[in-house]
């Protein structure tokens, strides 16, 4: 009986504490220091994608509407997975590979499509095609009332050798 007693007391003690902070995103320990505040609050939106799939996208375009006629060579990678935070709609990742521009894209969400637009420099491609054939990749989207996104490609926790 003192057993029920104590527990009774224990779950009655923490339902009268205050209530800690909202809990930080999932893996909130890939997240690079916040030295701006610029993620002090809890995020509007999270997506978290456990990579499954991924297929290598190289196009060629010619645009004849236009003097000269420009042709361009996009670079993407288009991932599938599965879904691992609460509520997350995700259903694929699309990284653009930009080899001119001085300033990259910033990360967009598409809710209509369920797709998650990234753009790296093409400098960063073997790294992101390393990471896709040897390890877990994660991809990570965050945003915040006050405008912020963060978005990610990372691996879990490896032991060194």
């Not at 691992?84 to 080899?99: C, E, R």
């Not at 809710?111 to 877990?136: E, F, G, M």
């Amino acid at each position: 009986m003192s057993l029920l007693i104590r527990t009774c007391a224990a779950l009655a003690l923490t339902l009268s504490l205050p209530l800690a902070a909202a809990p930080a995103p999932m893996h909130s320990q890939f997240l690079p220091p916040d030295d701006l505040t610029l993620r002090a609050e809890v995020p509007d939106q999270q997506q978290l994608l456990q990579v499954t799939e991924y297929a290598v996208v190289v196009g060629n375009q010619r645009q004849s509407s236009q003097q000269p006629i420009p042709v361009t060579s996009p670079l993407m990678i288009r991932l599938k997975g599965k879904s691992l935070s609460k509520g997350a709609t995700i259903a694929q990742v699309v990284l653009n590979f930009d080899a001119e521009s001085k300033s990259l894209k910033k990360p967009a969400y598409d809710d209509k499509s369920k797709t998650l637009t990234l753009s790296y420099p093409v400098a960063q491609y073997r790294v992101i095609v390393d990471l896709l054939r040897n390890d877990t990749v994660y991809v990570q989207f965050l945003s915040y009332a006050n405008g912020h996104i963060w978005a990610d490609l990372h691996t879990g926790a490896v032991r060194a050798r």
